[in-house]
């Protein structure tokens, strides 16, 4: 097993079978889920492929959070499967939680520990070696450039510090795949390179990426593999350059596909005009 050598973390198992032999990383067959009377997932069917990185897009209220609150174990669907590496999500809950790593939306953290304190706890719990937990803890704050905030509490931390201790504890223990949602949101350009820098290393390794957004030009310059998602159903999936097809950015075929048609009541706003 080869370590790669910048962070030191140890390839994937199985991350080396030549593409075409692995099973899907995330296989959800349909998946359902309800509140109140609204549908906000609506049967959804997705093979998610291993070793990618993949893009959940679609506009505001979709199901993008739904569905993977749901995949990642955090909601109980209605009705429907999940499968992430072939174990059943729901049947062999700590079996896959151990696999994955999750940066959810709004991430609860512990806010009284420094974002050092965080990262050993979360390493202890996932039972890491104590020799290997600080060795990757010391990597994760320097790549992530939190090394020198690593004794502040994380009440203190800012927006895009948050998301950066978050997505290093849910790296820690190196797993097979990683969610995240809305990763970028709130992010300053040198906090996105930092955090774009170390979703490219651990992709390269062949460990797969999910997550979600809705700011296409960063899905199409990160993600070979996106599922766009609109009124809780899957409107177009596969490799990002099919999906863009004859549209000739992510931005336009995403505009087709979930059918906006810009707002024609704009007309009205005929007050509208500060200079004037
Ligand atoms: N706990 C909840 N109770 C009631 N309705 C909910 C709940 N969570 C989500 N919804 C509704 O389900 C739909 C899908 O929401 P979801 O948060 O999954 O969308 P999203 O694609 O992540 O949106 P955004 O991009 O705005 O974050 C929305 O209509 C939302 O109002």
């Given at each position: 097993m080869t370590e790669n050598t910048e962070t030191g973390i140890p390839p994937i198992p199985g991350a080396s079978t030549p593409e075409g032999e692995r099973p899907p990383a995330v296989r959800v067959r349909g998946l359902w889920k309800t509140f109140g009377e609204h549908a906000a997932v609506s049967g959804i069917d997705l093979d998610l492929p291993a070793g990618r990185f993949v893009g959940l897009v679609g506009p505001n209220g979709a199901g993008k959070t739904t569905t993977l609150s749901m995949v990642t174990g955090l909601l109980r669907p209605d009705s429907?499967?999940?499968?992430?590496?072939?174990?059943?999500?729901?049947?062999?809950?700590?079996?896959?939680?151990?696999?994955?790593?999750?940066?959810?939306?709004?991430?609860?953290?512990?806010?009284?520990?420094?974002?050092?304190?965080?990262?050993?706890?979360?390493?202890?719990?996932?039972?890491?070696?104590?020799?290997?937990?600080?060795?990757?803890?010391?990597?994760?704050?320097?790549?992530?450039?939190?090394?020198?905030?690593?004794?502040?509490?994380?009440?203190?931390?800012?927006?895009?510090?948050?998301?950066?201790?978050?997505?290093?504890?849910?790296l820690l223990h190196n797993p097979e795949v990683l969610f995240l949602d809305e990763p970028f949101e709130g992010v300053d350009p040198v906090s996105?390179?930092?955090?774009?820098?170390?979703?490219?290393?651990?992709?390269?390794?062949?460990?797969?990426?999910v997550f979600s957004s809705h700011v296409m030009e960063l899905v199409e310059s990160l993600c070979d593999w996106v599922a766009v998602l609109a009124a809780g159903r899957i409107r177009a999936h596969g490799p990002t350059a099919e999906v863009r097809g004859e549209a000739g950015s992510l931005h336009h075929a995403f505009l087709e596909l979930v059918g906006a048609r810009g707002n024609p009541d704009g007309a009205r706003l005929d007050w509208l005009g500060g200079a004037r």
């Amino acid at each position: 097993m080869t370590e790669n050598t910048e962070t030191g973390i140890p390839p994937i198992p199985g991350a080396s079978t030549p593409e075409g032999e692995r099973p899907p990383a995330v296989r959800v067959r349909g998946l359902w889920k309800t509140f109140g009377e609204h549908a906000a997932v609506s049967g959804i069917d997705l093979d998610l492929p291993a070793g990618r990185f993949v893009g959940l897009v679609g506009p505001n209220g979709a199901g993008k959070t739904t569905t993977l609150s749901m995949v990642t174990g955090l909601l109980r669907p209605d009705s429907g499967t999940v499968e992430v590496v072939g174990r059943d999500v729901w049947r062999d809950p700590v079996d896959v939680k151990a696999r994955i790593g999750v940066l959810p939306e709004g991430l609860r953290l512990f806010e009284r520990l420094s974002g050092r304190e965080l990262l050993t706890y979360m390493g202890r719990m996932r039972a890491l070696d104590p020799v290997e937990l600080e060795s990757r803890t010391e990597q994760l704050l320097d790549v992530l450039d939190l090394s020198g905030a690593q004794h502040k509490l994380v009440v203190d931390y800012s927006t895009g510090m948050r998301k950066k201790i978050g997505l290093a504890a849910a790296l820690l223990h190196n797993p097979e795949v990683l969610f995240l949602d809305e990763p970028f949101e709130g992010v300053d350009p040198v906090s996105a390179q930092a955090i774009r820098g170390v979703l490219e290393r651990y992709t390269d390794s062949g460990a797969t990426v999910v997550f979600s957004s809705h700011v296409m030009e960063l899905v199409e310059s990160l993600c070979d593999w996106v599922a766009v998602l609109a009124a809780g159903r899957i409107r177009a999936h596969g490799p990002t350059a099919e999906v863009r097809g004859e549209a000739g950015s992510l931005h336009h075929a995403f505009l087709e596909l979930v059918g906006a048609r810009g707002n024609p009541d704009g007309a009205r706003l005929d007050w509208l005009g500060g200079a004037r």
